[in-house]
């Protein structure tokens, strides 16, 4: 029996976790180099973890999903390494602790590949995936339970571990949200209501999903959190909109963002707060500290281990992004939002190739997740949105974010590989089923 041989997106992919992880070794040692001018003794065990690591889950693609795209591990791979060595750079203890989360993450996306062997087993648990998303929305607001961080009660300890479960909550939500929307697909984008002479959409079918939606954001605004909640929007609206084409929709969802702004800034005093923050900066608070910071990095960064990074408050987490800015200037930050760019690409194309309507729209909803939360906390640091503390995917300090985000990229695998697979067979069918040319016969007297 002949051995198979590997895919050759899994070779591609291998050579890119290499290539990615000997970027990443590199930066670690200049960090090193410009903090303690000399080269990190665990440098071997470093490189060592790195690459066994991302081998692990390398190995896991080969298993259970050899057709999967190429570039969506690697990507993650290689901002997760930078976010640590950032993370190192600042104090050794928050650095550590995401090393910890970065291998629970690697064995969630193992899990998630052996579990979810068919997208569609999905669909099947939509409202059990939606029981799950309001009991991880609603524990924070139990009492000794939940916690309270900066404002927002978004934390669950149980013992020394504590995490947001609103991260897990999101992409409940997110596979609730396509496999109701697929349903409903045609109720939603075809007039069927009759009102006088006229074809209108039936607004019935909306009701269910706005009373979860509404639900999910008064338990956020119990909650005091605007990021989490603006992310949730977003996520609903975008979902809507792919479903059924229509721009009236988008006008809706206007209406209700600009209602429901306008509510949470009377009613919620975080949102006040951040607004205000936002408009009206106070010269030592913490974003003119990031501001300053960026600025001082310039085009090409004070250099790693160079920067006074530690005097940006929240900068393992929150304005992680800022120490990029401030050690690899210009030049570095525009690395990594093409990184995620290259990244929400790839969920793109996961989501072109799906085999199926409900993988569509999921893997459009997972890759909304990821572009937007970028999008809202890079923003926020250069003010063009108001900071909603909304980490950074893969790079920023946080355990469960981390965790859900590999758990993110693994469903996105597990469609891509259902596609590209079917991509393939439609080919060879194609092949088979095509009529073989015809000789030319010789005319007689020619």
Same mark, same amino acid.
């Given at each position: 029996?002949?051995?198979?041989?590997?895919?050759?997106?899994?070779?591609?992919?291998?050579?890119?976790?290499?290539?990615?992880?000997?970027?990443?070794?590199?930066?670690?040692?200049? !960090?090193?180099?410009?903090?303690?001018?000399?080269?990190?003794?665990?440098?071997?065990?470093?490189?060592?973890?790195?690459?066994?690591?991302?081998?692990?889950?390398?190995?896991?693609?080969?298993?259970?999903?050899?057709?999967?795209?190429?570039?969506?591990?690697?990507?993650?791979? +290689?901002?997760?390494?930078?976010?640590?060595?950032?993370?190192?750079?600042?104090?050794?203890?928050?650095?550590?602790?995401?090393?910890?989360?970065?291998?629970?993450?690697?064995?969630?996306?193992?899990?998630?590949?052996?579990?979810?062997?068919?997208?569609?087993?999905?669909?099947?648990?939509?409202?059990? $995936?939606?029981?799950?998303?309001?009991?991880?929305?609603?524990?924070? $607001?139990?009492?000794?339970?939940?916690?309270?961080?900066?404002?927002?009660?978004?934390?669950?300890?149980?013992?020394?571990?504590?995490?947001?479960?609103?991260?897990?909550?999101?992409?409940? $939500?997110?596979?609730?949200? !396509?496999?109701?929307?697929?349903?409903?697909?045609?109720?939603?984008?075809?007039?069927?209501?009759?009102?006088?002479?006229?074809?209108?959409?039936?607004?019935?079918?909306?009701?269910?999903?706005?009373?979860?939606?509404?639900?999910?954001?008064?338990?956020?605004?119990?909650?005091?959190?605007?990021?989490?909640?603006?992310?949730?929007?977003?996520?609903?609206?975008?979902?809507?909109?792919?479903?059924?084409?229509?721009?009236?929709?988008?006008?809706?969802?206007?209406?209700?963002?600009?209602?429901?702004?306008?509510?949470?800034?009377?009613?919620?005093?975080?949102?006040?707060?951040?607004?205000?923050?936002?408009?009206?900066?106070?010269?030592?608070?913490?974003?003119?500290?990031?501001?300053?910071?960026?600025?001082?990095?310039?085009?090409?960064?004070?250099?790693?281990?160079?920067?006074?990074?530690?005097?940006?408050?929240?900068?393992?987490?929150?304005?992680?992004?800022?120490?990029?800015?401030?050690?690899?200037?210009?030049?570095?930050?525009?690395?990594?939002?093409?990184?995620?760019?290259?990244?929400?690409?790839?969920?793109?194309?996961?989501?072109?190739?799906?085999?199926?309507?409900?993988?569509?729209?999921?893997?459009?909803?997972?890759?909304?997740?990821?572009?937007?939360?970028?999008?809202?906390?890079?923003?926020?640091?250069?003010?063009? +949105?108001?900071?909603?503390?909304?980490?950074?995917?893969?790079?920023?300090?946080?355990?469960?974010?981390?965790?859900?985000?590999?758990?993110?990229?693994?469903? +996105?695998?597990?469609?891509?590989?259902?596609?590209?697979?079917?991509?393939?067979?439609?080919?060879?069918?194609?092949?088979?089923?095509?009529?073989?040319?015809?000789?030319?016969?010789?005319? !007689?007297?020619?």
């Amino acid at each position: 029996m002949r051995a198979r041989r590997p895919k050759p997106k899994r070779r591609t992919e291998l050579g890119l976790l290499v290539f990615g992880s000997l970027i990443v070794v590199a930066t670690y040692v200049l !960090a090193s180099v410009g903090t303690t001018s000399k080269i990190p003794a665990n440098l071997g065990p470093f490189l060592g973890v790195m690459l066994g690591l991302a081998l692990v889950a390398h190995v896991a693609n080969r298993v259970y999903a050899p057709d999967a795209n190429a570039v969506l591990l690697p990507i993650a791979t +290689l901002l997760n390494g930078l976010g640590y060595v950032m993370l190192a750079r600042i104090a050794q203890h928050w650095a550590q602790a995401q090393a910890g989360w970065t291998a629970v993450g690697v064995g969630a996306y193992v899990v998630t590949l052996a579990v979810v062997r068919r997208s569609r087993d999905l669909d099947r648990y939509r409202y059990l $995936l939606l029981l799950v998303a309001v009991v991880l929305m609603l524990s924070p $607001l139990i009492p000794h339970l939940g916690q309270n961080h900066n404002g927002a009660r978004l934390w669950v300890g149980v013992g020394p571990i504590n995490g947001q479960p609103i991260e897990l909550a999101k992409l409940a $939500l997110c596979i609730f949200f !396509a496999s109701y929307f697929v349903e409903k697909r045609e109720l939603l984008s075809v007039p069927t209501l009759r009102v006088g002479n006229r074809l209108m959409l039936d607004p019935r079918p909306l009701v269910p999903i706005l009373v979860a939606w509404g639900f999910t954001m008064l338990v956020l605004g119990g909650e005091d959190d605007i990021g989490f909640a603006l992310l949730i929007f977003v996520l609903f609206m975008a979902m809507l909109w792919l479903t059924s084409g229509r721009w009236n929709y988008l006008a809706l969802g206007a209406v209700l963002f600009v209602a429901g702004a306008f509510a949470a800034d009377r009613l919620f005093s975080q949102v006040n707060v951040r607004v205000s923050e936002w408009l009206h900066p106070q010269p030592t608070g913490q974003i003119m500290a990031g501001l300053y910071g960026m600025g001082t990095g310039g085009l090409l960064g004070t250099g790693l281990g160079f920067g006074d990074v530690r005097v940006i408050p929240e900068v393992h987490s929150d304005y992680i992004f800022t120490a990029f800015g401030t050690e690899m200037g210009l030049l570095g930050t525009a690395s990594i939002l093409f990184a995620f760019m290259l990244l929400i690409g790839a969920g793109l194309r996961t989501a072109q190739t799906a085999r199926s309507e409900f993988a569509q729209m999921v893997a459009a909803g997972l890759t909304v997740i990821l572009g937007f939360q970028a999008l809202f906390i890079m923003a926020g640091i250069v003010r063009l +949105l108001p900071l909603t503390g909304i980490t950074l995917p893969f790079m920023a300090y946080g355990g469960s974010s981390l965790v859900a985000n590999y758990v993110l990229i693994a469903l +996105l695998m597990r469609i891509s590989d259902e596609g590209e697979r079917a991509i393939v067979v439609d080919q060879a069918t194609a092949q088979r089923v095509a009529p073989a040319p015809v000789a030319a016969v010789p005319v !007689a007297g020619r």
